[in-house]
């Protein structure tokens, strides 16, 4: 082999260790991306079971229910609700009207299994999407919370 034809060798096999490398890391990552849904959206949309989701609202009112280590309650972006079952260890600022943003998978049957669970104090952390559906609907955290209906 000549020189030329090595070092074209040699690129070609370092183009090729670095598109492998390039989709492993992608294919490592595609488990850690989560597509962010409103209540409204989840209900309304034919999601995959599969899909790991992000999604907030406002925690309706007199909806929570401890059943061992299992808690269940609803969320609501002041349009739908969505019933929401997690497992695990609820945040201090866990409350009733309060913003929550959780991470999990949707069940066939609507049901929100979250796996993760964050508690926002005010709507300062409220992510853009969650903040804008209730400012469209003339509905604020510093309102009065949702309730049960």
Request: net charge negative; no cysteine.
């Amino acid at each position: 082999m000549t020189r030329k034809q090595q070092r074209f060798t040699f690129i070609i096999v370092g183009l090729l260790l670095l598109g492998v490398a390039i989709a492993l890391i992608l294919t490592a990552m595609k488990d850690g991306i989560s597509f962010f849904k409103t209540p409204t959206q989840i209900m309304t949309e034919n999601l995959d079971p599969t899909t790991r989701l992000r999604i907030g609202g406002l925690v309706v009112i007199d909806s929570i229910e401890r059943q061992n280590e299992v808690l269940t309650f609803q969320i609501t972006d002041n349009n739908m609700n969505l019933n929401i079952s997690y497992k695990g260890v609820v945040p201090d600022l866990f409350k009733q009207g309060q913003g929550v943003v959780l991470e999990g998978y949707l069940t066939p049957n609507k049901l929100f299994v979250a796996d993760s669970l964050l508690a926002k104090h005010d709507e300062n952390y409220m992510p853009k999407e969650v903040a804008d559906s209730l400012k469209d609907q003339g509905h604020w955290q510093g309102q009065t919370p949702p309730t049960n209906d």
